[in-house]
């Protein structure tokens, strides 16, 4: 079946503007979570969904991140006036629910910031 | 929190010699602990995972990794290594609250020579 996908997978954007970052999980995974990884690190983790709901958002950078899966699928990750440091590739993985479920990770969308 | 702490950053085999990759966790409990791989542009797969069920845990294209609460360890072995190993390797834990959410270590990159 299909995997992960994630679009853009490539953008670039000037510093101060708005970017919208999608996630299309697997078909009946519930739980989604998002990672934000910079060049030459690991993966960190940003925040996780179960459904809609987002249970955790404890690894937002700033409020000017902000994430919803409002009917428990596709899920959003946007950033607000975006800076420099905000560059990096976002990763969206799902998993069925229970745990530690294995995590199927999406390619990733790579945003630059200028 | 549990966190996991890869030694090395960049490891170099030739064609056919055993891999190692050094992982070392930190966990106040029974951690769940994983070894992913990335290839260039590519999202994060698999490799294998240990949930406290057999110690010595085989995965994916000929890897395997032992647990070893004594030492802290998860290292991930391979005996002969492959040119299409060469690629980013990431050891990873889970926390037991957000949903099984990961913590990456910082990655080894793993370079076969011919």
């Known amino acids: 079946g299909a995997g992960v996908s994630q679009s853009p997978r490539y953008k670039v954007a000037k510093r101060g503007q708005d970017v919208a970052l999608r996630c299309d999980p697997i078909?009946?995974?519930?739980?989604l979570f998002w990672y934000q990884q910079a060049l030459g690190q690991g993966p960190e983790f940003l925040t996780y969904?179960?459904?809609?709901?987002?249970?955790?958002k404890s690894g937002l950078p700033s409020d000017r991140f902000f994430a919803e899966r409002p009917e428990g699928s596709v899920s959003t990750l946007k950033i607000q006036r975006t800076q420099q440091e905000d560059s990096a590739v976002y990763l969206c993985?799902?998993?069925?629910?229970?745990?530690?479920?294995?995590?199927?990770f999406g390619p990733g969308t790579r945003l630059t910031v200028l | 929190a549990q966190s996991v702490t890869q030694l090395g950053s960049h490891v170099s085999v030739s064609e056919g010699a055993l891999v190692l990759l050094r992982c070392n966790y930190s966990?106040?409990?029974?951690?769940?602990l994983f070894w992913y791989v990335q290839y260039p542009n590519q999202g994060l797969q698999l490799l294998l995972k240990?949930?406290?069920?057999?110690?010595l845990v085989k995965g994916i294209n000929g890897f395997e990794a032992e647990f070893k609460k004594s030492e802290t360890s998860f290292h991930l072995t391979k005996p002969s290594a492959h040119m299409s190993d060469a690629a980013e390797y990431f050891c990873?834990?889970?926390?037991?609250?957000?949903?099984?959410?990961?913590?990456f270590g910082k990655g080894t990159s793993l370079l076969v020579t011919p």
């Open positions: 993985a799902s998993s069925s629910p229970g745990g530690p479920g294995t995590q199927y």
């Open positions: 078909s009946g995974h519930v739980s």
């Open positions: 969904f179960q459904n809609e709901a987002q249970l955790d």
């Open positions: 966990s106040s409990v029974p951690p769940y």
């Open positions: 240990y949930t406290s069920a057999a110690t």
């Open positions: 990873a834990v889970s926390e037991t609250g957000s949903g099984y959410a990961l913590n």
